[in-house]
């Protein structure tokens, strides 16, 4: 049988497998840690994992794996801070996940950022969660997809979220039951609804970015990809022959990412 972790709690793991949650346990062969919430995983008769497939995404902070999408979410109140959302950039990419930004609380201000990201996220939603304006197209998209969500305080992640999945979001009595009583500090669930699964996790609202150089930092800008610089490594900063820099002089580039991108590689290589 095949399922996906849904949660994992000391030696055991929930396991969705078709409609039906499994509580499972580790078969002895595997570790504790080499699984994570969000692995696709193979089950023997006594619904025991013996085998883990291959992941599309993986992060350790929170530890979660095959995230399709980090839903970015900002709002014209609490005003965007676009270093940190650029930072959360870098990690979607890192992580290998894709990013997607919600421009929440278009009832307010309708905020547009298009030319600063449509050439780096999959998709740019302007909605509201209050309104319910384009939250069909966002549930649309996110159809038989984990999403995970980011975003500074107040810009209306919960209420998205629980306009996502409605009212009927929680897992079910097996895993209330099972939840029950445990400790759930570092609590990480999936909950799905309509086929969109949320992980639920709160080390995601912050993501940081961890365990990049200022060398290859580059390499999470897919605006930069494709260019014909004279070094084949340029960081497109001193180096003569950029064509990076050239396309921010032509606006081909946008110049405010290019200047955090600035800022955030002086501060990897303050770092060492
Ligand atoms: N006008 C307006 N207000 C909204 C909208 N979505 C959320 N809010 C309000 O914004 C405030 C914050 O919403 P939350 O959903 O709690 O935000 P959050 O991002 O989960 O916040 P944290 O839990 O602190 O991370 C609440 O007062 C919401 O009612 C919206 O689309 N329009
Ligand atoms: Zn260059």
């Known amino acids: ?41 193979e089950l023997d008769e006594q619904n025991r994992i013996f085998k883990i497939e291959k992941r599309t995404s993986c992060f350790s902070r929170p530890s979660v794996a095959n995230v399709d999408y980090v839903n970015i979410v900002i709002a014209p109140i ?8 650029d930072k959360m950039l870098i ?50 998209f996110l ?24 009212v009927n979001h929680k897992v079910g009595d097996l895993s209330e039951k099972i939840m029950r009583g445990k400790n759930t500090t570092t609590y990480c669930f999936v909950h799905e609804n309509d086929g969109i699964k949320v992980v639920d996790t709160p080390g995601f609202t912050a993501l940081e970015v961890n365990g990049i150089s200022a060398k290859n930092l580059k ?18 900063i001193a180096e003569p022959y950029c064509d990076v820099k050239e396309k921010v002089k032509n606006e081909e580039i946008n110049k405010d990412r290019y200047e955090n991108y600035l800022t955030i590689y002086n501060e990897l290589k303050d770092k060492g």
Do not use: W
């Open 1 to 41: 049988m095949k399922g996906q972790i849904y949660t994992l709690f000391g030696q055991k793991a929930l396991v969705k497998v078709g409609d039906n949650l499994i509580e499972c346990s580790l078969k002895g062969s595997m570790r504790k840690n080499s699984v994570l919430v969000g692995d696709y995983v």
């Open 78 to 85: 609490p005003k965007p801070d676009f270093l940190v959302v």
């Open 91 to 140: 990690s979607i990419f890192a992580g290998g996940s894709k990013p997607i930004i919600c421009v929440n609380k278009c009832d307010i201000e309708r905020m547009e950022i298009s030319s600063r990201y449509a050439d780096v996220v999959d998709k740019i939603f302007y909605l509201s969660s209050l309104t319910g304006e384009n939250l069909s197209e966002l549930k649309e």
């Open 143 to 166: 159809k038989n997809k984990t999403v995970a969500f980011a975003g500074q305080s107040a810009v209306g992640k919960t209420s998205l979220i629980n306009a996502l999945l409605g």
């Open 219 to 236: 390499d999470y800008y897919p605006e930069f990809k494709d260019n014909s610089c004279y070094y084949s490594d340029c960081v497109h």
